[in-house]
């Protein structure tokens, strides 16, 4: 990039900053403060590489998740004067043991769950701070039940006083509503934080339905209040708690239903859309600022292919080009303009389940990804493959665009959906789309992790990571949780979850939720002994001895306890060897193989690098990367701290979201996860049902 060019796109970005964070501004011009932070479901499929063009800074800049992302990824977050006190409490590590108690587990009732492909929403009213319950704006998470509203059973909860650090019952119930629906799609939160607004079905019939919430100490899971809707002309009025309806109907006023579809609101035009059954996409316009109501004019609500009509996912509106992004569950992918209603429909690229989850679109690189089960081919075992296809705004009718494929498709008695993947911090923080993507393939066998690596926007390579479960059980969305404001040696992980037979330590053969080290090598970064990064081959190198890296990323070894040479100032690495979602303990009197490894008593990983038998009691473990201990006649070598947990979820999980508020070190248990169980199992002390739960990024403890 040229000076002048480099002085252009920080100056442009600079002032789009300006204006887009004018809805943050609190009245200190001097120091403007972020007012709020929603995270839902749309955050994951709305994504930014970085502007490396003044003309990419003006496309994206005026999108207000552009700078939700930015907030994510970059601040690191100040001490707040009112959090000050919270600097004592304990900090949360892995340990040997691998801890197994989430934060906090609440039950949403018998059967409840925020659905397989479905995510809880996160507001936190500060982006520098934290809010407990006794604040006058908690920071709170938003979670479906997925069972029907009645005035013993919440349809929507919201919980506050969510982190271990803050004093009192953690967590607390903030509201709770029956609102005389099922709710089976994800919520989204307003950019103020007041108001939430999802999709429900009632009857067989398809609500968007938007709702004022007001706090109450009275409320509950099993103790709702029970809101009326009110029409839209008065919802803007209407004094909290409070909600109002649209009904979704087809072109010609038929009422119909949606089940498969979530909201994605357009902050910026306060515009939401939503898909639904027979095709139909919906545009409704006034959503959190104005008056609510549907678009009939223009040629919306638009049945995208009436010649085969079927129900659509969720759509994804691009700021950029201006046109929403949405699969059908027949396998095909559109392209729908947002002013006219034309749209523009793909080849076939699913053949099994359809294109069940929403795409992930790249504003930036003008980058679309989309997730087939079954690509009909015969690659994968002479048979089809799962694959990840990458398309562009403006590709033609009829387009299949470049594949990378993740295993075999699925072609099960009871199919496995290809759900979304997840970019990983190096994608969204470069200028020129080149980083990884993790997706959880294989849908006709065991759930597998991939690493997809894309360079300046192409697909490289791919790597086969970890088995999540021993039977076809599929998995959850994938999750990836980069936090600026973990100071321990690992600060990026990738989370997804196997329905059944998992294979993490604590999973017990059955639903679980794990998590993987994913944090990418960096040059010119100054790294100490023990911190981990995730090489191309989906294995972990762990640094023996600090340093500086090198400008270019060096040769990894790919042998497990195999050591690079980086850079000019002595940084090496260690291999830990590839991810893998458990590791057995030490065995007293056993015979170890070359390189096979165990988890130590301190939460080490210990390599075998000369074979033989094990001792009769432990020994006493080196803690120091790339230090042996002698074991009878074994030797081990220290490789590094575990790169991996779990915690045992009922059915998998829902889809999951995170939370990077402020460092631990601020507060006990404030940067987080959020995610629900599938199916029954003990939430904390409060019953058996599905379970609202909060969970450590690290740790999942």
Not at 88 to 94: D, G, I, L
Not at 214 to 220: F, H, K, L, P, R
Not at 255 to 284: M, Q, R
């Amino acid at each position: 990039m040229t000076g002048t060019t480099a002085r252009l796109v920080r100056f442009g970005t600079g002032l789009l900053g300006l204006a887009a964070l004018g809805w943050f501004l609190t009245g200190h011009a001097a120091e403007p403060t972020p007012e709020g932070l929603p995270t839902d479901w749309t955050h994951q499929h709305v994504i930014f590489s970085q502007p490396g063009t003044a003309e990419q800074a003006q496309r994206v800049g005026g999108d207000l998740r552009y700078w939700q992302q930015w907030y994510r990824q970059k601040m690191s977050r100040a001490l707040a004067e009112q959090a000050a006190h919270a600097a004592t409490y304990p900090v949360s590590s892995r340990v040997g043991s691998q801890q197994q108690n989430a934060d906090w587990s609440e039950n949403l009732g018998s059967g409840a769950s925020a659905g397989a492909g479905n995510f809880p929403a996160k507001y936190s009213y500060l982006t520098n701070s934290w809010n407990c319950g006794r604040n006058a704006k908690p920071d709170y998470v938003v979670f479906g039940t997925g069972l029907q509203g009645t005035s013993g059973q919440a349809s929507i909860v919201a919980y506050d006083n969510l982190y271990s650090g803050c004093s009192g019952t953690v967590p607390q119930v903030y509201w709770a509503y029956n609102t005389g629906g099922q709710m089976l799609t994800s919520p989204v939160v307003s950019e103020d934080g007041k108001q939430v607004a999802f999709v429900q079905t009632d009857g067989g019939f398809g609500i968007v339905t938007l709702l004022k919430w007001a706090s109450s100490a009275t409320e509950s899971v099993t103790s709702p209040s029970t809101l009326v809707p009110v029409g839209l002309s008065s919802y803007r009025a209407c004094v909290a708690p409070c909600m109002t309806e649209v009904f979704i109907v087809d072109g010609q006023g038929t009422e119909i239903n949606d089940t498969t579809s979530s909201v994605f609101v357009d902050y910026t035009h306060d515009t939401l859309w939503v898909g639904g059954a027979l095709g139909w996409l919906h545009k409704i316009t006034g959503v959190f600022r104005g008056t609510p109501a549907e678009v009939t004019t223009g040629g919306f609500p638009v049945q995208v292919y009436p010649a085969d009509p079927t129900s659509l996912s969720s759509p994804v509106y691009d700021f950029a080009s201006t046109d929403v992004f949405v699969g059908d569950y027949g396998g095909y992918f559109y392209r729908v303009n947002s002013s006219t209603g034309v749209a523009t429909r793909s080849a076939q690229v699913d053949h099994e389940t359809g294109l069940v989850a929403a795409p992930i679109v790249d504003s930036t690189a003008e980058l679309i990804y989309v997730f087939s089960s079954n690509d009909a081919s015969t690659s994968c075992s002479s048979g089809p493959c799962a694959a990840v296809y990458e398309f562009t705004p403006t590709f033609a009718s009829g387009a299949k665009p470049t594949r990378q494929t993740v295993g075999v498709g699925s072609t099960l008695t009871t199919p496995n959906p290809l759900y979304e993947g997840a970019l990983d911090g190096a994608y969204e923080t470069s200028t020129n789309a080149t980083g990884s993507l993790f997706v959880c393939g294989n849908t006709g066998g065991d759930p597998t992790l991939y690493q997809i690596t894309i360079t300046k926007g192409v697909f490289k390579l791919l790597a086969t990571g970890p088995t999540l479960a021993s039977s076809a059980a599929g998995c959850s969305p994938v999750s990836d949780v980069p936090n600026p404001n973990i100071s321990s040696v690992t600060s990026e992980w990738i989370f997804a979850s196997a329905k059944a037979s998992g294979n993490g330590n604590s999973c017990a053969s059955g639903g679980c939720i794990m998590n993987f080290a994913n944090k990418a090598w960096t040059a010119a970064t100054a790294y100490v002994v023990g911190q981990e990064i995730m090489d191309d081959h989906f294995q972990v190198q762990v640094a023996r001895t600090p340093g500086t890296s090198g400008a270019t990323a060096p040769a990894w070894a790919i042998a497990i306890g195999g050591g690079t040479s980086d850079g000019t100032t002595g940084l090496t690495w260690v291999n830990q060897g590839p991810q893998t979602a458990g590791h057995a303990p030490w065995a007293a009197t056993k015979a170890y193989a070359l390189h096979q490894e165990i988890l130590d008593s301190n939460g080490n990983i210990e390599d075998v690098n000369t074979p033989g038998t094990s001792g009769s009691t432990p020994p006493t473990w080196s803690t120091t990367v790339g230090v042996a201990t002698k074991d009878g006649s074994v030797s081990w070598l220290n490789v590094g701290t575990l790169a991996t947990a779990s915690l045992a979820a009922a059915g998998g999980t829902s889809g999951i979201i995170m939370d990077n508020t402020v460092p631990p070190a601020e507060l006990a248990g404030a940067s987080q996860i959020y995610y629900s169980t599938q199916t029954n199992q003990t939430c904390g002390t409060s019953g058996t049902g599905g379970c609202a739960v909060q969970a450590s990024q690290s740790a999942l403890q």
